[in-house]
């Protein structure tokens, strides 16, 4: 059995590494560090909560850690885009490669959710 080249695990361990990338170079003025302080906390969140639906203790439990992720994904989608408004990322088309892989990380956690809360 040969392991996907791009299982969830991995895409979302880059997509965390891609994060911290694009928030260190922020400006160190008030906005700059509560933007990237929020883009790091909801874009990496993903990751671990990933994990923690692997270990969860009940069905539930797993789409709760999923839904966790996915609405984290998209809090971190608007700070990016508030980031490019202002703009403290320079030039904003940076952005465009986080935002495509944020919104193909969205379409995987949304029929995650729906089969496994079918099944439960």
Same mark, same amino acid.
């Given at each position: 059995?040969?392991?996907?080249?791009?299982?969830?695990?991995?895409?979302?361990?880059?997509?965390?590494?891609?994060?911290?990338?694009? $928030?260190? %170079?922020?400006?160190?003025?008030? *906005?700059?560090?509560?933007?990237?302080?929020?883009?790091?906390?909801?874009?990496?969140?993903?990751? /671990?909560?990933?994990?923690?639906?692997?270990?969860?203790?009940? %069905?539930?439990?797993? *789409?709760?850690?999923?839904?966790?992720?996915?609405?984290?994904?998209?809090?971190?989608?608007?700070?990016?885009?508030?980031?490019?408004? *202002?703009?403290? !990322?320079? /030039?904003?088309?940076?952005?465009?490669?986080?935002?495509?892989?944020?919104?193909?990380?969205?379409?995987?956690?949304? /029929?995650? !959710?729906? $089969?496994?809360?079918?099944?439960?």
């Amino acid at each position: 059995m040969s392991q996907c080249k791009y299982d969830l695990e991995q895409r979302l361990l880059q997509f965390a590494v891609d994060i911290t990338h694009i $928030t260190e %170079p922020l400006p160190a003025s008030r *906005v700059g560090n509560h933007v990237a302080h929020q883009l790091l906390r909801s874009g990496i969140s993903p990751y /671990p909560n990933h994990g923690e639906a692997q270990g969860a203790g009940s %069905p539930k439990d797993f *789409v709760h850690k999923l839904h966790i992720g996915f609405k984290e994904l998209r809090e971190f989608q608007r700070w990016l885009k508030l980031a490019c408004r *202002v703009p403290l !990322i320079d /030039p904003p088309d940076r952005t465009n490669a986080l935002i495509a892989k944020s919104d193909e990380l969205v379409r995987i956690f949304v /029929p995650s !959710i729906r $089969t496994a809360g079918k099944r439960r």
